[in-house]
């Protein structure tokens, strides 16, 4: 089944205490993205990555770093976390090259305490 | 920058009513327009979408037509269903570079009642 997957799907940590989310598709696409979505904001976007090794801020970036070592992996990590951090997370998926229709993933629900 | 603007709501409708979500955009160059749904629980499905002006977008009942001279592209569907509760996301995408990316209004939530 074509999919993105997410892990984990819920989270709840401390400020401060690095945390990776994870981020995978199966459907060999070239464009992925990861976005948080906040009450009254909608989702914007944070990272995204035109293909392996090119990754590019989004319109949030602060706090965030991703890595795309591979085609199917796009991990979000979080440094140090901090609390204004507490969002829902999701990864989205593209073959990229105009083909602009993105697949999501179940989303991450993080909480940052 | 590219922006897009929609009812907030929340909404609540009885079923078998009629259903216009408005959404409008502010872009450069020429967009491609979509609507996404996302069911309680889960992550963002594509509903429906229109790459050029004057293109309709159809769906499960829904439709929505991209007009570029009133830059709207709202979304209708004449009698909705319960199954129809979820939170709908107008969006837009390709005017910037990373041409993948979309901009999403702030989404509105709809409740069907039976």
């Known amino acids: 089944e074509a999919q993105v997957t997410q892990n984990p799907r819920y989270l709840i940590t401390v400020t401060g205490k690095k945390l990776t989310v994870t981020c995978s598709q199966n459907m060999n696409h070239e464009y992925m993205s990861w976005y948080r979505q906040d009450p009254g904001l909608g989702l914007r976007q944070i990272y995204y990555?035109?293909?392996?090794?090119?990754?590019d801020k989004g319109d949030v970036p602060e706090g965030y770093k991703v890595s795309r070592k591979e085609k199917r992996n796009f991990p979000l990590i979080l440094e140090s976390p901090s609390p204004n951090q507490t969002s829902l997370y999701f990864c989205a998926s593209s073959l990229g090259w105009g083909y602009n229709e993105q697949f999501f993933g179940p989303g991450t629900r993080l909480t940052v305490l | 920058g590219d922006s897009v603007t929609q009812m907030e709501g929340p909404v609540t409708l009885s079923e078998e009513a009629c259903l216009t979500i408005n959404c409008t955009y502010t872009a450069t160059g020429y967009p491609s327009l979509f609507w996404y749904v996302q069911y309680p629980g889960e992550g963002l499905q594509l509903l429906l979408k229109?790459?050029?002006?004057?293109d309709k977008g159809s769906n499960k009942g829904f439709e929505a037509t991209y007009r570029k001279e009133t830059t709207s592209f709202h979304l209708e569907k004449g009698s909705v269903q319960v199954s129809d509760s979820a939170v709908y996301f107008c969006a837009l995408s390709g005017t910037q570079g990373g041409s993948e990316k979309l901009v999403f209004g702030k989404g509105m939530k709809l409740t069907v009642n039976p």
């Open positions: 229109a790459t050029k002006a004057d």
């Open positions: 990555s035109m293909n392996v090794e090119v990754t």
